[in-house]
């Protein structure tokens, strides 16, 4: 089960309606296919390449790109310690450090129960919070190495509700409704947009 | 502080970020004004107001805008919210705290440069940005500010929200729009400079940052000479800086641009309230990871581009690193320089293995297993990336990423030289076999 199920089918041919190419919808429809099994598979990438029209090795190669997609199985909970310089800083090395011998594995590897993994990743932008983490892409600020414990022991109970499980990015997502979408024009169409030659007129 | 706060009003209104509180606290007056003006006259106030753009090379926007070539469509809006320079700390809040307002600033654009179709890239590891900006932008598409038919008159544009997915040199332009495209983030030859006639499929391009388009509405509701008014010369109206590492309150602050000071941003007790523990200054970062670093001579610069610039640094993405005196600066050399070659692209041979090396060989000298001859390496590696090792930098490559790996060794090693070669008197003189290879 790994190329896109019904219900996220529907989504990525609305998200494909959105572009004026295609292939633009590769990053998304990637995202969406991580969502649906925690990685990203071959099958996926397969589904994706039909439905945006380019070979699996195309997808393949913008998806290898990107940091965010795991073609390998991570854990239930993804975190990722920052280790940017502010992160740095402040005492970033010592989590990861702590994290390798709390948890018991290495970077990249996953805890036995399946339940985590970790690395250490570049500044994910909460410098003034150094040092930080994200679990599943969810911020947790100003860690030091007993908090990084708590967050286990509470994880380990699921008891973090706010952290969906990896692959989930946002929860919400754009809606547009079909009578208040302006429309995409083609990239061929060289007219200027309907409202620019009226608004010319009226002035 | 004798200024309006322009794009941080509403990150204390508990719910700034929703249509009620944006609509409550002033949001979308600007579009309203703007939709009251001809196209032309709303880019010309963004030319009064002479805004820079907010990314990280401090290009004036109004200009920018200019370079489109006139007759020609399609042609695309692309908002750059992949902020990741590290140390850089306020897209992601701006996004989070006030989308509206990132909104309004993207579909007045949209307007003056006469497109009908803009793309929002956002930071894919900023879940939560994500779920606020979609939130806004439902909101703003129900309401009329966005889609067909805005505010009721005949002005239409989309504004399509992209998920990014984890690469840093997806902040060049050219590489956001080849992300956009599908591929792989790397950014495209130059020239053409700007993407303004060839960027998006290949059509003229406008590509902006969060912060520079958040300052619009304000400039359109209260006019570019009202902006121009706040600030230096030029370097007006206001700016956002993020100031991290060993400082008592570290933060996210709102300055007059131009005029505050490095010192005031890091010693002030309205700011990050002076270094951490009573220590004393060793070093800062001015202007995020790229931006060669600067030390206690350099605290009384004011915050303006042009000065900045002509000290040997710059205010890149306002981003100030502190670093106190028990900072290892080897070790926070190395971890700038680390950064640089794992997210180099890969797509210049100077970027790609020059980076990798000057890694490589700091591992060594902090290992204990440098060479006399490394510092003098260190430098030949960096001269090959970015020749004759000056500020501004040049290239062998085609994007700025490879010579800002040279930065953190050129500064470290002009004031810090005799820190590297400590390390280097470590040499436990013993090989060490890495791999097969003696090492």
């Known amino acids: 089960m790994s190329r896109l199920n019904e219900e996220n089918l529907r989504l990525a041919r609305q998200i494909l309606s959105l572009y004026p190419k295609k292939k633009s919808a590769m990053i998304p429809l990637l995202h969406l296919s991580q969502e649906q099994n925690g990685m990203v598979t071959n099958e996926a990438m397969e589904h994706i390449a039909e439905l945006v029209e380019v070979t699996p090795a195309e997808v393949l190669g913008t998806c290898s790109f990107y940091e965010m997609f795991k073609r390998h199985p991570v854990g239930e909970y993804q975190i990722n310690i920052c280790h940017g310089i502010s992160c740095h800083l402040l005492g970033a090395e010592e989590v990861l450090d702590h994290a390798e011998e709390s948890l018991g594995v290495r970077e990249g590897e996953i805890t036995k129960d399946g339940k985590f993994s970790f690395e250490g990743v570049e500044c994910i932008a909460a410098c003034t919070e150094a040092p930080c983490l994200q679990v599943n892409y969810r911020y947790i600020n100003k860690v030091n190495l007993d908090a990084f414990d708590e967050l286990i022991t509470d994880l380990r109970d699921d008891q973090k509700a706010e952290i969906p499980k990896h692959g989930t990015l946002a929860k919400t997502r754009q809606k547009i409704p079909s009578e208040k979408l302006a429309g995409p024009s083609g990239v061929e169409d060289a007219t200027p947009p309907e409202w620019l030659q009226r608004n010319k007129e009226s002035q | 502080m004798n200024f309006p706060l322009i794009t941080t009003s509403r990150w204390d209104v508990e719910?700034?970020?929703?249509?009620?509180?944006?609509?409550?606290?002033?949001?979308?007056?600007?579009?309203?004004?703007?939709?009251?003006?001809?196209?032309?006259?709303?880019?010309?106030?963004?030319?009064?107001?002479?805004?820079?753009?907010?990314?990280?090379?401090?290009?004036?926007?109004?200009?920018?805008?200019?370079?489109?070539?006139?007759?020609?469509?399609?042609?695309?809006?692309?908002?750059?919210?992949?902020?990741?320079?590290?140390?850089?700390?306020?897209?992601?809040?701006?996004?989070?705290?006030?989308?509206?307002?990132?909104?309004?600033?993207?579909?007045?654009?949209?307007?003056?440069?006469?497109?009908?179709?803009?793309?929002?890239?956002?930071?894919?590891?900023?879940?939560?940005?994500?779920?606020?900006?979609?939130?806004?932008?439902?909101?703003?598409?129900?309401?009329?500010?966005?889609?067909?038919?805005?505010?009721?008159?005949?002005?239409?544009?989309?504004?399509?929200?992209?998920?990014?997915?984890?690469?840093?040199?997806?902040?060049?332009?050219?590489?956001?729009?080849?992300?956009?495209?599908?591929?792989?983030?790397?950014?495209?030859?130059?020239?053409?400079?700007?993407?303004?006639?060839?960027?998006?499929?290949?059509?003229?391009?406008?590509?902006?940052?969060?912060?520079?388009?958040?300052?619009?509405?304000?400039?359109?509701?209260?006019?570019?000479?009202?902006?121009?008014?706040?600030?230096?010369?030029?370097?007006?109206?206001?700016?956002?800086?993020?100031?991290?590492?060993?400082?008592?309150?570290?933060?996210?602050?709102?300055?007059?641009?131009?005029?505050?000071?490095?010192?005031?941003?890091?010693?002030?007790?309205?700011?990050?309230?002076?270094?951490?523990?009573?220590?004393?200054?060793?070093?800062?970062?001015?202007?995020?990871?790229?931006?060669?670093?600067?030390?206690?001579?350099?605290?009384?610069?004011?915050?303006?581009?042009?000065?900045?610039?002509?000290?040997g640094s710059m205010l890149g993405s306002g981003a100030i690193v502190v670093m106190d005196e028990t900072t290892d600066i080897v070790k926070a050399c190395h971890n700038v320089v680390r950064f640089f070659s794992r997210e180099s692209c890969g797509k210049c041979t100077p970027c790609r293995e020059g980076t990798n090396w000057l890694e490589k060989i700091l591992d060594r000298i902090l290992n204990g297993h440098g060479r006399p001859e490394d510092i003098d390496l260190l430098l030949d590696v960096c001269d090959n990336i970015s020749p004759g090792i000056t500020w501004p930098p040049k290239q062998t490559t085609i994007c700025p990423l490879g010579p800002s790996a040279v930065s953190p060794i050129s500064s470290a090693l002009q004031r810090y030289r005799s820190e590297f070669e400590a390390y280097i008197a470590l040499n436990r003189a013993t090989p060490v076999t890495v791999e097969g290879r003696t090492v």
Request: charged share 20%.
């Open chain 2, 15 to 311: 719910d700034g970020h929703t249509l009620e509180g944006y609509l409550r606290t002033g949001g979308y007056q600007g579009l309203r004004r703007a939709l009251e003006m001809a196209p032309d006259q709303v880019h010309e106030e963004v030319k009064k107001a002479s805004l820079l753009g907010r990314g990280g090379a401090g290009f004036p926007a109004g200009i920018k805008w200019g370079f489109l070539p006139p007759d020609v469509w399609p042609r695309y809006l692309v908002v750059n919210g992949d902020e990741s320079e590290p140390g850089t700390y306020k897209d992601r809040i701006l996004i989070e705290r006030d989308p509206h307002q990132l909104i309004e600033g993207c579909v007045i654009a949209c307007f003056a440069l006469g497109l009908s179709q803009c793309f929002l890239y956002v930071r894919g590891e900023m879940a939560h940005g994500q779920e606020r900006i979609a939130s806004a932008l439902n909101e703003a598409y129900e309401h009329g500010y966005a889609g067909r038919s805005i505010l009721g008159t005949e002005f239409s544009v989309d504004v399509v929200l992209h998920w990014g997915a984890g690469a840093y040199i997806v902040g060049e332009e050219t590489a956001l729009i080849e992300s956009l495209e599908g591929n792989r983030g790397m950014p495209r030859l130059k020239p053409p400079y700007f993407p303004a006639s060839i960027g998006l499929y290949g059509k003229p391009t406008i590509v902006n940052n969060v912060e520079t388009l958040s300052n619009i509405p304000w400039i359109i509701e209260h006019g570019g000479d009202a902006f121009a008014e706040i600030g230096a010369e030029k370097s007006t109206g206001t700016r956002i800086f993020a100031v991290s590492g060993h400082v008592k309150n570290p933060g996210v602050f709102e300055v007059e641009f131009g005029i505050t000071t490095f010192r005031d941003l890091i010693m002030g007790e309205d700011y990050a309230g002076g270094i951490r523990d009573g220590n004393a200054l060793k070093a800062f970062i001015p202007g995020g990871a790229s931006a060669p670093w600067f030390f206690e001579e350099h605290l009384d610069t004011p915050l303006e581009k042009t000065i900045v610039d002509n000290q």
